[in-house]
């Protein structure tokens, strides 16, 4: 089998609404009902209706280093452009100062996104228009080139936290393009590949447990090497992707998202031995952690699903700890899903039976 995924659109919009949780409030309520033929209309609705919001509260500003020739001293004189301009018999000063602007990355970031958008074929007329119509407030706003984007110098404060799920769609959306064609245009790609969605479904399945088991405290967890004598400096770091714990209960989840979940070898399919040793290591580096203390410590590979006709499921007992490996098939209805997630939670942590409804 060719190991392609299969993944309902409207799923997408889900992960992202436990990624970025402003996609729950109220206002985004309409988009939740409606079902996406395409990923590009999923996006520019998402967009369209953000930047409105963003709109009624304003644009975000922020200061801008400028220099220009001015009659009047404005902030501080640049010395050596000033002089050049009395050398030339100009009247004007060479001054540097900050202005406050709109015309700033984060804005640019989204006045790009949204020209791509309306750039392709494959977005409906109705969520180009509203996205149009913005962009008539985006008229003083520089576009940007999407590979140029240094995505380090996006910082998020209290003035445009706002801003934080309209520009993680926006990296999404440049990040499923295609590199430069030789006509030096940009089209859309598939946005199923397995960098991408890695990271959203690792941080769906977190932000999932997150709002609906609280009391299972998740977090990503760095683990301590259990040593005889030594130091650690040179081992590899311990980074848990979901961490649950319940007293002296824990399940370490390790998401994987792969085009295929398991590994062939002359026909014969087993699973991942990195992934494998891997999870291994991080439940006996947390059982180590107990010492003495009674304790119940498991861990699981949860696969995203694909269409391969052999799919992991099964659950071993390694050295006195469960290990399990399950899959779970983002091509169901969500509610579907969700009752996956739920029963992964309540076999490991039975108290919490009826928390994720």
């Known amino acids: 089998m060719s190991g392609k995924k299969h993944i309902l659109i409207k799923n997408i919009y889900y992960m992202l609404s436990y990624v970025y949780r402003i996609l729950n409030?109220?206002?985004?309520?309409?988009?939740?009902?409606?079902?996406?033929?395409?990923?590009?209309?999923?996006?520019?609705?998402?967009?369209?209706?953000?930047?409105?919001?963003?709109?009624?509260?304003?644009?975000?500003?922020?200061?801008?280093?400028?220099?220009?020739?001015?009659?009047?001293?404005?902030?501080?004189?640049?010395?050596?452009?000033?002089?050049?301009?009395?050398?030339?018999?100009?009247?004007?000063?060479?001054?540097?100062?900050?202005?406050?602007?709109?015309?700033?990355?984060?804005?640019?970031?989204?006045?790009?996104?949204?020209?791509?958008?309306?750039?392709?074929?494959?977005?409906?007329?109705?969520?180009?228009?509203?996205?149009?119509?913005?962009?008539?407030?985006?008229?003083?706003?520089?576009?940007?080139?999407?590979?140029?984007?240094?995505?380090?110098?996006?910082?998020?404060?209290?003035?445009?936290?706002?801003?934080?799920?309209?520009?993680?769609?926006?990296?999404?959306?440049?990040?499923?393009?295609?590199?430069?064609?030789?006509?030096?245009?940009?089209?859309?790609?598939?946005?199923?590949?397995?960098?991408r969605m890695y990271r959203l479904y690792e941080k769906f399945i977190l932000e999932y447990y997150k709002r609906h088991y609280p009391g299972l405290s998740p977090g990503k967890k760095h683990l301590s090497w259990s040593l005889d004598k030594g130091e650690s400096d040179m081992l590899p770091v311990l980074k848990t992707d979901i961490h649950l714990q319940k007293g002296n209960a824990v399940l370490i989840i390790d998401a994987k998202y792969y085009a295929k979940t398991t590994q062939e070898n002359y026909g014969i399919h087993t699973i991942h031995s990195a992934n494998l040793y891997q999870i291994f290591t991080y439940v006996k580096q947390r059982h180590y952690s107990f010492g003495n203390a009674p304790h119940q410590m498991s861990g699981m590979l949860l696969y995203a699903k694909t269409d391969e006709e052999i799919q992991p499921d099964a659950v071993y007992q390694m050295r006195g700890n469960q290990i399990s490996v399950k899959t779970l098939d983002l091509n169901r209805p969500f509610s579907e899903i969700k009752a996956q997630l739920n029963k992964i939670a309540e076999d490991h942590f039975p108290e919490e039976t009826g928390m994720g409804q």
């Not at 009902?33 to 520019?44: G, I, K, L, Q, T």
């Not at 400028?66 to 050049?84: A, N």
């Not at 996006?154 to 445009?160: I, L, P, S």
């Open 25 to 195: 409030q109220s206002v985004y309520e309409d988009l939740a009902m409606e079902e996406f033929d395409e990923m590009y209309d999923m996006f520019a609705a998402i967009l369209s209706k953000g930047i409105g919001v963003q709109l009624k509260q304003g644009l975000y500003r922020d200061y801008r280093s400028c220099q220009e020739d001015l009659p009047v001293m404005r902030g501080k004189i640049h010395m050596p452009d000033t002089i050049r301009n009395r050398l030339a018999q100009k009247k004007a000063l060479s001054c540097q100062f900050d202005l406050l602007t709109e015309n700033n990355l984060y804005n640019q970031i989204l006045k790009t996104a949204a020209l791509y958008l309306l750039a392709s074929g494959k977005v409906k007329a109705v969520y180009k228009d509203s996205l149009k119509k913005e962009l008539l407030y985006f008229s003083g706003i520089d576009s940007l080139d999407p590979a140029g984007i240094k995505w380090t110098r996006v910082r998020f404060h209290r003035n445009n936290q706002t801003y934080r799920m309209l520009l993680g769609v926006c990296r999404l959306l440049f990040e499923g393009m295609l590199l430069t064609t030789e006509q030096g245009s940009y089209r859309l790609a598939s946005f199923f590949d397995e960098q």
